[in-house]
């Protein structure tokens, strides 16, 4: 790419460190004098590093009360606030999307990609889940929020025209991006630091799962069926909202740890005879995570954890899916697994969760990014 090329990179929010944050360090990495913008920018000093310490333009909302812990109750200005962030001057706009950043206003002769790790949720597909789990189903609140994702629909399908090109994170991200925009998008799988983990061949005698203790990961019915296998024993790292529930759940074969940090993660990781996954994820990062410690993963079969997992019955086989979201369903996979366990290669997995590198991911973007820009100033030529 010619050297003067000026870049902006766009994201919804930057509060922790975590798979869109992830993204856009790539972006920087391929533009080092690159310029973010955010609807806030809350970031630790010690998470910027990965931006070669860059801050954000940030919008309105930034200066708000409360903004900083409760920057998320402000989702109904969010759609004006990245309207209002000015990236006019650049010729390449970069999005990292999973709420209204691909939503940022761009002109003709800019090329806007959007890296999106889905359709904002809530307001699509997972309105009446999210509306139950929040306690907004019901009374005038549930009238007002319902409008309100009735509103962000409208502009979530009119801003997906600004897009010259969307990047999904899985085919499952690019199914939905089909469905809820009727565009195409091709797909880049995100990076996943496997070099962080390391192979471990012998592994002890008890089942891993580790998540943030909310709603939709559903780590209360993995803590239920095993509940139910007394004989099998389960460790559990994380914390959040539902840790009480969970708690309640738990039969004495079960060990709750809470929030540990990254090396006791990574020992259990390395160590457990199956990791098990229980959510619907756009792409789900840890499962990968635990194939690069050569650990089988037992999974439920949906979402983007189909393209992650090859099941037991295919070549270099590295888990087991589970069909439905209920106790009955990963009783009988965990059952399955331990029939099968000894023909899953924990070098197998690890193949495979190398797929999924970061310096792949560098690689794909790069290369992707180069040849849109070169089609797109042709393009420019052609028309003048």
Known sequence: MSHGVSVGIVADWLVTFAGAEKVIAEFINIYPESEIYSVVDFLSDDSRK?????????????????????????????????????????DIVLSSSHAVAKGVLTGPDQLHISYVHSPIRYAWDFQHQYLRESGLNKGLKGKLARWFLHKIRMW????????????????????????????????????????RFTLQEEKEDFYFTASRMVPYKRIDLIVEAFSQMPDKKLIVIGDGSDMAKIKAKAGSNIEILGYQPDDVMQSHMQRAKAFVFAAEEDFGITPVEAQACGTPVIAFG??????????YGESHSTGIFFQEQSVASLLEA?????????????????????????????????????VKWNDFTESKKIAY
């Open 50 to 90: 990965s931006f070669n310490g860059k801050k954000s333009t940030t919008s309105f909302i930034q200066r708000l009360p409360f903004a900083k812990t409760k920057y998320q109750s402000y989702l109904p200005l969010m759609p004006l606030a990245i309207e209002q962030l000015d990236v006019i001057k650049h």
């Open 156 to 195: 979530d399908y009119r801003t997906a025209n600004g897009v010259d090109h969307f990047i999904a994170n899985s085919q499952f991200i690019a199914r939905r991006i089909k469905k809820v925009y009727g565009r195409d998008a091709d797909v880049i799988y995100p990076p996943v630091d496997v070099e």
């Open 302 to 311: 949906k979402g983007g954890a189909l393209e992650t997992i090859r099941p």
């Open 334 to 370: 965990v059952q399955q697994f331990e029939l099968v366990r000894e023909s899953i290669d924990p070098n197998d997995c690890r193949d495979n969760a190398l797929r999924f590198s970061a310096e792949r991911f560098h690689r794909e973007l790069d290369e992707y990014i180069k």
